[in-house]
Nanobody, 117 residues
Framework: QVQFVESGGGLAQPGGSLRLSCAVS????????IGWYRQAPEKQRELVAT??????????TYADSVKGRFTISRDTAKNMVFLQMNSLKPDDTAVYYC????????WGQGTQVTVSS
């Protein structure tokens, strides 16, 4: 079973930055499409960024709400995916998860991101 372990969350001030990490096991990310999702209190989980991998290259997509502020990237040697979050806003407060970008499987524990002054 594919497993995702998220880390790197925490408390940030508005305008600040955080870098989230996702360790993926059981599948090679260089052949997989991985997404970062988030779920704010009392809201549905939403997909905020995806990285679509081919062997030597990749493409990325972003939700309008994070475009220009968040950057998804990968390290195929470590089989990890990252989310660099800049210019954070209070609305970015949520639990962040990584999973397959299409047909997500079992969810990890996620990592809490809180943006507050």
């Amino acid at each position: 079973q594919v497993q995702f372990v998220e880390s790197g969350g925490g408390l940030a001030q508005p305008g600040g930055s955080l870098r989230l990490s996702c360790a993926v096991s059981q599948i090679p990310i260089r052949y997989s499409n991985i997404g970062w999702y988030r779920q704010a209190p009392e809201k549905q989980r939403e997909l905020v960024a995806t990285i679509t991998n081919t062997f030597d290259d990749f493409t990325t997509t972003y939700a309008d709400s994070v475009k220009g502020r968040f950057t998804i990237s990968r390290d195929t040697a470590k089989n990890m995916v990252f989310l660099q979050m800049n210019s954070l806003k209070p609305d970015d407060t949520a639990v962040y998860y990584c999973n397959l970008a299409k047909r997500p499987g079992a969810w990890g524990q996620g990592t809490q991101v809180t943006v507050s002054s």
